[in-house]
């Protein structure tokens, strides 16, 4: 599975962007779909994921109720809606794609990753 991310760009606080990721292939929908972040000099980290058929989802404390990850399988694709957008925020976003069972929030249980797309939020 080849992934492409997109949709970043500058926004200002309290705006909204939305990212999606495109997946080359058949087998997207065999796929739990993930969105991880890297801001400068830190640590990727788990943003969210949402389950094969999209059903669930789960995101990680300080994306709850801002974020939505959402996906149509007949598109091949996976989106992030980001709202209420905060400085803290700026980080290169990327989607990511695992056959595990069921949702991880760690880099290790994702074999395909996306190449990034950057979003920047001015204060």
């Known amino acids: 599975v080849q992934l492409q991310a997109f949709g970043g760009g500058l926004v200002q606080a309290g705006g909204s962007l939305r990212l999606s990721c495109s997946a080359s292939?058949?087998?997207?929908?065999?796929?739990?779909m993930a969105w991880f972040r890297q801001a400068p000099g830190k640590e990727r980290e788990f943003v969210g994921a949402i389950t094969r058929g999209g059903g669930a989802t789960y995101y990680a404390d300080s994306m709850k109720g801002r974020f939505t990850i959402s996906r149509d399988n007949a598109k091949n694709s996976v989106y992030l809606q980001m709202n209420s957008l905060k400085p803290e925020d700026t980080a290169v976003y990327y989607c990511?794609?695992?056959?595990?069972?069921?949702?991880?929030?760690?880099?290790?249980?994702?074999?395909?990753w996306g190449q990034g797309t950057l979003v920047t939020v001015s204060s």
């Open positions: 292939g058949r087998t997207f929908s065999s796929y739990i």
């Open positions: 990511a794609a695992s056959s595990a069972i069921k949702i991880s929030t760690t880099m290790t249980a994702y074999d395909y």
